[in-house]
């Protein structure tokens, strides 16, 4: 889910693979109206690229920091954000 691509093949190939399952999930989310309309597969994507550099940012001594930054992610992604 590299937004820009990848200089390795094996990731180039793995995105080819999900993205399409992405977008399914994404189209589907727009038409429960549980996701903002402007949220697209390649937003989801940068989203999953700034997590990898939290895990790695994240202090030994706060291995899920992560989650707390998955959770205000999500949140600005739903419509209703009150979940």
Known sequence: MCP???VF???RECKAQINPYLEQVIELAHAQGTLRS???ARDIAYLQVALVGIMDASPDDAPD???R???LFLD???TDRSQ
Do not use: N, P
Request: proline share 0%; charged share 20%; hydrophobic share 35%.
């Open 69 to 71: 930054h998955l959770a």
């Open 65 to 67: 920091l992560y989650r």
């Open 4 to 6: 820009a691509g990848s």
């Open 9 to 11: 093949e094996s990731v």
């Open 38 to 40: 402007d949220c697209t």
């Open 76 to 78: 600005g992604v739903r």
